[in-house]
């Protein structure tokens, strides 16, 4: 999927927030999250952890999915 590479393509800023959420997940501290976050808001990389959580670690086709029902809502 083009989207998938894109999605975890360091060369776009979506690595600013998924390296976040998987610190998170993988048990560091929240200070810790919240060092990484690289002057990002936390509440899409908390929501990115969740997924995460939620359909397994790195499923980044579950966070595409999430994102466009999200969109679809707004």
Do not use: C, M, W
């Given at each position: 999927f083009f989207f998938l590479e894109i999605l975890v393509n360091k060369n776009y800023e979506s690595g600013d927030y998924i390296r976040p959420a998987i610190s998170l997940l993988n048990g560091h501290s929240f200070t810790?999250?919240?060092?990484?976050l690289n002057q990002r808001l936390p509440l899409y990389p908390l929501l990115i952890?969740?997924?995460?959580k939620i359909f397994g670690q790195e499923n980044f086709l579950a966070v595409l999915i999430t994102n466009s029902l999200i969109f679809g809502l707004i």
């Amino acid at each position: 999927f083009f989207f998938l590479e894109i999605l975890v393509n360091k060369n776009y800023e979506s690595g600013d927030y998924i390296r976040p959420a998987i610190s998170l997940l993988n048990g560091h501290s929240f200070t810790n999250f919240l060092e990484n976050l690289n002057q990002r808001l936390p509440l899409y990389p908390l929501l990115i952890s969740l997924i995460f959580k939620i359909f397994g670690q790195e499923n980044f086709l579950a966070v595409l999915i999430t994102n466009s029902l999200i969109f679809g809502l707004i």
